[in-house]
């Protein structure tokens, strides 16, 4: 066995405080934690518009489709993402002096009202580009003369 001597006890008693200190730094350098912050996110200041931008002949019974097709005012400063474009008819609006009778929605047919778009608006006038509905007058069997020089009113409503 070793004899216990004053010189071993020392050497003993520094290697217990090596171990202390090294332990005490593991112990620092190991250290968790946690926190938090805040990020805040923009809100778009408007509303896309929708411009229809085609011109479109006057219909009349027996005419052809005509394309629908516009683009977007964006003042919102930032890319805004359009999915689809709905377009309908809100109303009609009979002309001044037209014969008696009924002009509504049910005399013209519009086909493909949703228009894929799906892609992002940049900031700024006139941007980007929908088109794909059609519009046509609906030739019914009665007389339509009540819908002699009519406005057709559409409505567009942008979904994101």
């Known amino acids: 066995m070793l004899k216990f001597t004053k010189r071993r006890g020392f ?5 217990i405080a090596a171990l202390v200190v090294a332990g005490a730094a593991i112990a620092y350098w190991t250290a968790g934690g946690s926190g938090n912050g805040t ?6 200041s408007g509303q896309l518009t929708v411009n229809q931008t085609g011109s479109l002949t006057a219909m009349y019974p ?8 516009g683009t977007f ?36 047919a519009l ?11 940049p900031a700024g006038n006139g941007k980007g ?11 019914k069997a009665g007389n339509q003369d009540a819908c002699k020089g009519a406005t057709v009113n559409l409505h567009y409503v942008v979904s994101p």
């Open 111 to 121: 086909s493909s009202p949703i228009m894929t778009v799906n892609a992002d608006v």
């Open 39 to 44: 990020a805040d996110t923009a809100t778009p």
């Open 62 to 69: 027996g005419d052809s489709a005509q394309t629908l097709s």
């Open 73 to 108: 005012d964006n003042p919102t400063g930032a890319n805004v993402h359009v999915d689809t474009v709905t377009a309908s008819i809100e109303s009609v609006t009979k002309a001044g002096g037209a014969p008696a009778g009924t002009c509504d929605d049910t005399d013209y």
């Open 11 to 15: 050497v003993l008693l520094g290697v």
């Open 129 to 139: 580009n929908w088109t794909g509905a059609k519009i046509q007058f609906n030739n």
